[in-house]
């Protein structure tokens, strides 16, 4: 009988450290699950900023005023 509640007692032990570790890696989905939809958040917000083909603008994605530069206004005096 003894043998018997010692086999019990390691399997209830087993169970409750593999219940753990379901525990933690259900934790660990959800957080990179969140970090997954943060990112393509991040992406789409790009995405969104991103001209359109026909648009021949520089590209700045960083949201800083960029003034356009036009090559025919370099600001140089003619001598014509």
């Known amino acids: 009988m003894d043998n ?17 570790a379901v525990k933690k890696l259900n934790l660990d989905r959800t957080q990179l699950e969140n970090k ?9 917000h790009i995405l969104s900023r991103l001209p359109e ?9 960083l949201g800083e005023a960029v003034a356009p530069t036009n090559p025919e206004d370099d600001n140089e005096p003619t001598t014509h």
């Open 4 to 20: 018997l509640s010692a086999v019990i007692a390691r399997v209830a032990e087993k169970i409750a450290l593999a219940t753990e």
């Open 36 to 44: 997954i939809e943060d990112a393509q958040k991040r992406i789409q």
């Open 53 to 61: 083909q026909s648009d021949g603008r520089q590209l700045n994605l």
